[in-house]
């Protein structure tokens, strides 16, 4: 009895949690298809009187919202590839290899990420300038691998120091070359760990406001962070239900991004290597 009232219990306490972490969210989605007049009714309705879709049909024709989610898209996408890409090399050549100033580059690395963000901007606005890439979603793809990379690069090092040495070992001792052993035994172990960053550098870039906000002053570049913003700065008023259905059709990405890959990263935690 006492470990059944426990479970209930246990249980509640969970659901309560649940429902308070989702409230805002369902609250946004539901206020996204309100219609307006029923925004500001006093006592306000949770569910509305009337289902209308209207505020979504306006925010894709007749607003740019389309072109700041695909440049969002790609500057997300661009800057996961690129950060993974060399963090996944960089991290094996701070496990694997030995030579002068190893833990040293890693502590250098680890110091760029503890600085403010703030701190970076104007050296990185001059910089984006001078090679004439100012204004446009390179020059971003740039800045945001700056915050994004040390922090990559830390957290596939350690992920990476967990692998056995013997596996790679006995990959070269089979005869596969260096880069061999690095594809076919090094990266499927190290799966979950470059998925997890993946997810971390793709969700940073995609929530990142600073730096577009004074790196990219134009629509062909904006990404939706700034873009947003924009078009309820512009409209002199802020329309409640419009920056809702914005607000969802942010969401949706990253939430197709955690259903697809919730089931590899499961099965690569479960993972071991068997050397047959």
Known sequence: MKRAIGRIAFNLFAWTVVLITAFPLIWMVITSVKPQFELFRIPPTFWPEQITFEHYARLLWDTPFLLYMRNSLLLSSATTLLVVTVATLGAHSLVRFRYRGRERLAQLVLFTYLLPSVVLILPLYLMMVWIGVANSLLSLVIAYTTFALPYALWLLRSFMQGIPDDLENAALVDGATRMGAFFDVILPQALPGIISTSLFTFILSWNEYLYALVLVNTDEARPLTTGVMNMLISAFNIEWSLLMAASVMMSIPLII???????????????GGVKG
């Open 257 to 271: 991004i955690f259903a697809f890959l919730q089931k590899f990263l499961t099965r690569g935690f479960g993972a």
